[in-house]
């Protein structure tokens, strides 16, 4: 046996995990790392499980081509060869890609996939972004220059935390990168903080708060413009950064009262004000929103509020507040307005955000017949089957592509649609580095995991397959050597780092730093690259102190990560990248969705709605084949008041109707749910699928319910959260 250290991938918490290994590489245990100084041994169900999923045996390891409609098994380069015939015969317009929330957790992801959308020369691009938290994205891009510039809460030193739709007990945090969540959450209170949760769910996180308050589902907005009005109107503001727009939003947030606030969002008046009261009288404090405020029909004005709010309580870029996380491969930003809406969809007119569209108009553009019609698609780690809106309208629409080719370790609802599978290693056969995750840490650190596992002779890691995918859809042919993809992309990196005035290296020869760099393979030496570039890099960064930076060499002789000391400020350093160089509290685009949320004021919700929920034993679509990870707590139920149970005169199972579609699901009465609110878990639905575990506990898709047509309309964002639905006995 041995043991061997990594990162586990499975999550946003980038815990350290210690596996132990037989002689034949198979994973028997998995414990918390109590030497990583961020995560200190902390394993949630999902990490402890790491080796279960590693070895699944319904796991792909070779390729698959589908002919008549039958499966077979392919070398490497015949699947290769049949993806560039595949694709060869589609224009480049009618071309698409797709990019599950796996692709967050994976080197290759972050490296590979941004080349491949270039080399299909589309703009037909769409990702699970689009059905999760692109409203934060947007509205960090309007207030702050850049849509990664988002602040996180500074959990380990604020005194208040204010924290709507999301419950990290159970989903161990998103956009927050914390491992062990619920300790940190405890020592908050521990030293007299105050916590406070506002879901329409008394969830686990809830439960653990100093106090709980119940709210509509798709209201934050409310309750939020309540707030603002409040620290406005009673003169508690305390602004410490440079802004851009106060006069503005005075006037925006005129008659968003409490009062007013709360018919819509059914938060009483005098709680909105003590909340806003709270908030300014803290020493610090800080307000965190995440999916349950993005999923919403306002779910940019959200997230735009709960930054207003920490910029009003003087909150913003100081310790104990929202701080910007400084991470070791953070690159140089520009200074230029962000904008969306530079494209817009071919059928129903929808604005892009960040290079990508609505995945909620995935499958009109796959259906309607015209120029640009979508007639082949690649999906990386993937299944928007179950995870976008209205999943049964675009598990018909797939059925009618040209070619479709997934890089996916499953058949699964989605990849059996394609033509040809692409099955990534193993996890433990892959290197990891946390490129996005890190960016949003509440700590700074860095960590990488090389392979646990070595690759067989001939087997490509993934990012060798989305390069040769890269290499075909460029016309290089099936047969390029990817590698070449990684030298142009360090070639690229280098010739911009020299001639950036200011940069560690200016006016440096590229090919002799290229000579330093170290690694085994390409992705590898891209890491160093960023690396030795970044803010703690030993190329002129050596932010770390005495003795030399950052590189990958220093990685690997510290394999359980290293700490780069709490968040500090960062917008005296050039942070912020909008024009003006302040926070712009009230952007053009923002403020021109302010009437919509209007329009809702002294609107009372009648009839029932539907929401989500996070399980700690889960993520998404992809984690239901691995037998400790399903059944008790984790089953796909619908949560239901029992006094809705009983004036509807439900008993054990319902069918619940929506716009969209409608299902017979199981109950489960609980009075930690709202009444006229009802809670499906998303990601189930297997129905589909060769995963035996995952067939064998299939539940119901809740994106049969949710309906495409509705999105939030600065960001694109599905509406996944305060669906309309009615309820009658199954």
């Keep these: 046996m041995r043991t061997a250290h990594r990162t586990c991938p499975l999550c946003e918490a980038v815990c350290g995990l210690t596996l132990t290994l037989d002689d034949g590489d198979n994973v028997i245990g998995v414990r918390g790392d109590a030497d990583d100084p961020f995560s200190k041994g902390f394993v949630c169900p999902k990490g402890a499980s790491l080796g279960r999923l590693d070895q699944d045996g319904d796991r792909l390891s070779t390729p698959l081509i589908r002919e008549g409609g039958e499966w077979r098994e392919a070398s490497w380069q015949e699947a290769f060869e049949a993806v560039e015939r595949g694709l060869s015969a589609v224009p480049a317009p009618s071309r698409a890609i797709y990019l599950g929330n796996p692709n ?104 653990l708060a100093d106090e709980h308050v119940f709210i509509r589902p798709g209201t934050d907005a409310y309750l939020l413009m309540g707030v603002v009005h409040t620290l406005l109107t009673e003169k508690l503001t305390d602004v410490r950064v440079p802004v851009g727009g106060l006069a503005e939003l005075e006037e925006a947030v005129s008659g968003f009262t409490p009062e007013a606030c709360a018919d819509a969002c059914g938060v009483p008046a005098e709680l909105i004000t003590r909340l806003a009261r709270e908030l300014a009288a803290a020493p610090t404090a800080a307000v965190y929103g995440r999916i349950g405020t993005c999923t919403v029909e306002f779910g940019t004005l959200a997230q735009w509020l709960v930054d207003v709010v920490n910029v009003l309580t003087g909150n913003l870029d100081r310790p104990g507040g929202a701080m910007f996380p400084r991470p ?150 099936a047969s390029a050597d990817p590698a070449l993809l990684d030298e142009l992309a360090l070639d690229q990196t280098l010739r911009r780092a020299v001639e950036t ?63 780069l000391g709490p968040l500090r400020p960062r917008i005296p350093e ?82 619940i109707r929506s716009a969209a579609g409608e299902l017979v699901v199981q109950l489960e009465p609980t009075d930690t749910i ?11 639905g297997h129905a589909g699928t060769s995963q035996l575990v995952a067939a064998k506990n299939a539940g119901v898709s809740a994106n049969i319910l949710t309906d495409e047509s509705i999105v939030d309309p600065l960001s694109g964002n599905a509406v996944l959260n305060g669906v309309p639905v009615t309820l009658v006995p199954a």
């Design 104 to 207: 967050a957790h994976t080197m290759a992801g972050a490296l590979y996939a941004a080349p491949l959308i270039r080399a299909l020369g589309t703009r037909q691009v769409y990702s699970a972004s689009t059905a999760d938290q692109m409203p934060k994205q947007v509205s960090a891009g309007l207030m702050f220059g850049h849509s990664l510039t988002i602040p996180v809460p500074d959990l380990d030193r604020t005194d208040y935390l204010l924290m709507l739709g999301a419950n990290p007990l159970e989903s161990n945090g998103s956009l927050c990168t914390a491992p062990d969540f619920p300790g940190r959450l405890k020592a908050l209170r521990r030293r007299g903080g105050r916590l406070v949760v506002v879901d329409p769910r008394r969830t686990r996180t809830a439960a």
């Design 328 to 477: 070791a491969t953070e690159g140089p930003r520009r200074r230029r307005p962000y904008a969306t809406g530079r494209w817009h969809s071919r059928v129903r007119g929808l604005p892009e955000a960040n290079g990508e569209l609505p995945v909620a108009t995935l499958a009109d553009e796959i259906e309607t017949p015209g120029e640009g019609r979508i007639r082949a698609l690649i999906t990386v780690a993937g299944n928007p089957v179950l995870s976008a809106p209205n999943g049964a309208r675009l598990d018909r629409a797939l059925a009618g592509l040209d070619f479709m080719v997934s890089v996916d370790p499953y058949l699964n609802e989605t990849t059996r649609h394609a033509d040809v599978i692409l099955p990534p290693p193993r996890v433990t056969q892959a290197g990891h580095y946390d490129f996005a995750l890190l960016g949003f840490a509440v700590r700074d650190y860095v960590r990488y995991s090389p392979p646990v596992v070595p690759l067989p002779e001939g087997r490509p890691s993934e990012g060798e397959i989305l390069a040769r995918l890269t290499m075909i859809a460029s016309g290089q042919g």
């Design 501 to 563: 005035p200011g940069s560690p290296v200016e006016g440096q020869d590229p090919a002799g730093l290229r000579a330093l760099l170290t690694g085994s393979n390409g992705a590898e030496l891209r890491l160093d690259a960023m690396l030795r570039l970044g803010p703690y890099g030993d190329w002129g960064g050596r932010a770390l102190g005495e003795g030399n930076g950052l590189s990958l060499t220093t990685l690997l002789e510290n394999p359980h990560g290293i700490d």
């Design 574 to 655: 050039g942070v912020l990248t909008t024009a003006s160089g302040a926070v712009e509290l009230a952007p053009e685009a923002i403020l021109a969705d302010v009437p919509r949320l209007r329009e809702g004021l002294g609107r009372r919700a009648s009839g029932f709605v539907l929401i989500g929920r996070r399980h700690l034993r889960s993520n998404n679509s992809w984690m239901h084949n691995v037998a400790p990870l399903v059944g008790g707590s984790n089953r796909c139920t619908l949560q239901i008041h029992p006094q809705d149970v009983e004036e509807l005169g439900l008993a054990g199972h319902a069918v």
């Design 674 to 684: 709202m009444r006229g609110v009802v809670s499906l878990p998303h990601g189930w």
